[in-house]
Every structure is written in structure tokens, then in C-alpha cells.
């Protein structure tokens, strides 16, 4: 059998199997019809700690290292993804009308943008937004596989709940024809049974792949980019952790002309007296012992320059200054804001943009219907908040934007009257100045 005719049983077996249950719930039943209510989850929240023994590779799961969940958690990598994952997490968002879209021709805008907002600071019992997306941003940063769980919920005032899932446990289907009420992803809990797979439709998983490819329909995560670096700064920061600490000794004595039982005498002399104790050998002997060095001795010999170097790299595959990773010999005044400009529009707003892009397609518009609204965060156009104050104060005196329109970008409710294009104040003024300066020439003389 080939692994395309495996793959194609695989997931035909795991949709029967679920089409066979929802025609076992179409029974009518008061209880089933209450349970129903409440969101279910469906897939497993840590499937690695059920099944640790690995399972056939049935459909097409992602080839990630198992180091890499190890090298994420080692200090240079580890400030690296808090550095982003931790200023996208804190981030101010808001859920708002789309452009096409005023409140006057949606219904009830108003109360399903309070009941999105509910629903997205409380996705679930446990987690609260942030904690949520912080751990969606760990599996894509990673390996490239943030996955999301979203299922609906029969309560107007929280219509969704959301759990995160293990990227690395998500399976996706090679055949999905991009029909919705076909198996897109699987979860693969390791156990035995039927529930080793569990398949789930396009509108009930958000997966997030950073760095996208048509070659593979998996993400290249940043840690990933930076997998073979992270492994040898480790091994020169172990070597360099040895040697500065006298595990590896790069000197030897030289005595010369000494019999075999002498040679053992000394050695056994120097292990059990000196070796260990902080006392000053002395040594007696027709000629003078020898040191001979196998090392400089100096900063050199830890290799800091090449573990400078991995370092910087370890920045580039995250998008990074290696200013923020804590070299800072090469920066400067005049240069540090710069830096840290490049590293906010260059790591962290693309990766904002994906996580506010997933939520309003595949939340909002396929899984609730709601297509009007969009999820934003409300700090990825400027870093600055004096210039954004600025710009936004400009474009208020030139008319080109109302008060309520900056009030949306900045988060805050509508006022009354806010509506109305105000023009600009100066070329009012000399409107007036030029017409009273008419006035007083048309005046007649006496």
C-alpha cells in the first residue's frame, strides 16, 4: 500500500467516524440539546503526556526537531521570543466596524462588539486573552505552528469560546479540497483507538504558519531558522564553561630526567597534597621542572568572538538587533533608536498583523458569520505616541478625519456630534481676514 492510499483511509476512517456520531446526537434529546449549550472541547490539551511513545506517521505531521522545545527554553533564545512574544501579548486591540460598514446598516453592531470583546477576554475557563496568545506565539515562533480551537457557543453575549492546542500535535490534510465540511487538520494524541485522531474542519482550528511556503504546507518557525546556530553556540558555550573552569587543564610539568618511579612518586604526591588544597607546591629537583602550555591563556581561548557571532545570528533568524540580545559593543546613541524601530516593524508588527488577520477571517467571518467586524491592535501604526498624537491632530485641523475616527483608532467609544468633518481653523481665519478686508474696501466714502 502506498502512503497516499494510507493517508486516504486514515482520514476516511476518522471522518466516518465522526459523521457516525453527529448522526448519533441528531437524535432529539433534552439533555444532549442542553449540553450542547456549552462548548465542548475536542481536542487534547497535553497529548504528549498520554502517549509518550511515538505512533506510525500516518498522515503528514511536521518533521520538528525534539530539540527544539529544548532550545527554547536556553537564555539567549528564550530572550529572544520574550522579546516578541511578550510586547505582541501586551498589546492594547479592540474590535471594530470594517470600512465598508457603519453601525447604522449593521444589526445590533453595538452589542456584538461587546459580545466579541467579552468572548476574546474570556476565551475559556482557564486562560484569559493574553495567556492564550502567549502560548499560540511560543508554538509559532518555534516551530511555525500556532493552533487555535474554536468552537460556538448558543449564548448571545459570549458566542465562542477558544482553547490553545499543541502546534506540534496538529496534522494537516494534504487532500483538503477546500470544501468546509471537509476534515482540514487532525490532532494526533498518540493514544490508541479512535481517539489517536481527531479530525477537525477549517472553521474549527485557527492555525497560524509564520513564514509560508508552496512547497509545504507547514510554517517555518524563527527558532527553526536558527536550529543548527542555537546547537553549536551551545556546544562552544559548554567548552568555554570548561575551560574557565579549570575542567580542562591546557598546561602540563616537564621534569626531566626522572625514573618511572619517581614519575608515579610525583604524581601521587601532587594529587593527594596540592590538587585541591590552595598550597604552594614545592618542588626539589637537580633541574628545574617546566610548564609547557597547550593555550595562550588568555580571553581567546573561550571563544567569545564566535559566540558573539552565533549570537548575532541567533537575531537575525528572529528578526532582531543583536543590541536586544545584549551586544551592545557596536551601538551608540544615535543608533539605538534606530535599532529599536527596525527591530518593532520588522519582528513584531508582521507577526501582530497574522494574529489579527487569523482572528478576523477564520473567527469572526468563518466560524461566526460576522464578516462587518475586525480584530486590530491599536499600537502597530506608530511606536511613538507624541508623533501618533501629532499626525492624528494634523489630520483632525486638516479635516481629513473626525473626532470619533480617532477616538476608534485610539480604542475609545463614539461621542454625539463626533461624526462631522471639522475644516481646517487656520484657512478659516484667513477666509474672515480676507473677507473683512473686503468689506472695509467696499465700504462708500464719505
Known sequence: MSWKDAIDRTWGRAWEQLGGARRENAVPNAELAAAEEVAKRRTMALPSIFGPYPVANRALPKPTPANLRRFAETPVVRRAINIIKDRVASMDWQVRLKRDFTAENVGYAGRKQRALRRALEEPNDTDSFRTLLEQVLEDTLVGGFGAIE????DDPERPFALWPVDGATIQINPKWNGSPNAPRYAQATGLAGTTGLIPLKDDGLIYLRLNPRTHTPFGLGSLEVAFETVNNFLSAHRFAGKLASNAVVQYALWIDETTPAQHERLIRWWQDEIEGTGRVPILSSAQKPEVLRFAQGTDADLRLNWQQFLVRMVANAFNLPPML??????????????????AFHSAITPLARLVAEHITRDLFAKKLGWREFEFVFNELDSRDEMQEIQIQTALLAAGVLTVNEVRAMRGLSALPGGSVVKPNIAELANVERTDAGKAVLMQPED
Open 325 to 342: 540580545l545584549g551586544l551592545e559593543g557596536d551601538v551608540n546613541r544615535s543608533t539605538a533608536g534606530e535599532l529599536i524601530d527596525e
Open 150 to 153: 474554536m468552537e460556538r457557543v
